[in-house]
C-alpha cells in the first residue's frame, strides 16, 4: 500500500514535470514571435538560449518516465499515463525547436523594415498557444472530451497559413525584392503550422490516455 502511494505520488510530480515543459514551451512560442513583430534580436536569442533549458527538461522527465517502469509495476491505465507522457514531452520538444526556429528568422532580418504588417502570424500564434494549453489542460484533468476543440483550432491555423502562402507570393511576384523576407516569413508560418500539429499529437496522446482508443484530430 505505501509502495502504490509512493508511486502515485512520483506519477503527480512527473505531471507536473510536464505542465512546466508545456508552460514553458507556450512561453517560448509568444516570445518568438514577440521578438519577430519587434525584430528584437535579443528577444530571440533567448528563446534560442532557452531551448536548451527545454531539452534538459524533456531529457530529466523521460529518465523518471523509465524509472518509473523500471522500478514499478503499473497498471494499465498508469502504463497509458507513462506512454503519453513520454510522448508529449517529445512533441513539446519539438514545438520548442519550432519556436527556436522562429527566432532564427528574427535576428535574420533584424534591422530591416518589414514588407507587411504582421497580422495573420500573430493569429497563428495565439490559436496554438490555445491549442497547447488545451491540450495539456486535457491532460491534467484526464477530459479526453476536451480535445475534440483541436480539429477546429487546426483547420483555423491552416487556413490561415494558406492565406499567408498566397499572400507572400503575391508580394513575391509583384516585387523580387521581397524575396528573401518573404520566404523567411513563409518559413515562420510554416513553423506555426507544424507547431499546431504537434498539439494536435498531444491531444490524441491524451485521448488514448484516458480512453485506451486512439483518435486522429489531424483531419
Known amino acids: 500500500m505505501v509502495t502504490r502511494k509512493s508511486f502515485h505520488e512520483q506519477l503527480d510530480e512527473l505531471q507536473q514535470s510536464v505542465l512546466k515543459m508545456g508552460t514553458m514551451v507556450e512561453q517560448a512560442i509568444f516570445n518568438a514571435v514577440k521578438s519577430l513583430k519587434a525584430r528584437d534580436e535579443i528577444l530571440a536569442r533567448q528563446v534560442i538560449d532557452g531551448d536548451d533549458t527545454i531539452d534538459d527538461l524533456h531529457l530529466q522527465i523521460e529518465d523518471d518516465c523509465v524509472r518509473l517502469l523500471a522500478l514499478q509495476q503499473p497498471m494499465a491505465s498508469d502504463l497509458r499515463v507513462i506512454s ?98 518573404a520566404t523567411h516569413l513563409l518559413f515562420v508560418a510554416r513553423h506555426l503550422e507544424r507547431m499546431a500539429d504537434y498539439c494536435t499529437n498531444l491531444g490524441e496522446a491524451v485521448y488514448y490516455m484516458v480512453k485506451g482508443e486512439r483518435k486522429d484530430l489531424n483531419v
Open 84 to 181: 503519453a507522457v513520454l510522448k508529449i514531452v517529445n512533441d513539446l520538444e519539438r514545438i520548442a525547436d519550432h519556436a527556436s526556429d522562429v527566432s532564427k528568422v528574427t535576428i535574420r532580418i533584424s534591422g530591416q523594415p518589414l514588407i507587411k504588417p504582421l497580422i495573420d502570424i500573430p493569429r497563428m500564434s495565439e490559436i496554438t498557444q490555445t491549442m497547447l494549453r488545451v491540450s495539456l489542460d486535457a491532460f491534467m484533468r484526464r477530459d479526453a472530451s476536451q480535445v475534440e476543440q483541436l480539429i477546429e483550432y487546426d483547420h483555423e491555423v491552416d487556413a490561415l497559413y494558406q492565406q499567408i502562402f498566397r499572400e507572400l507570393l503575391t508580394f513575391m511576384m509583384e516585387d523580387p525584392r521581397t524575396i528573401r523576407q
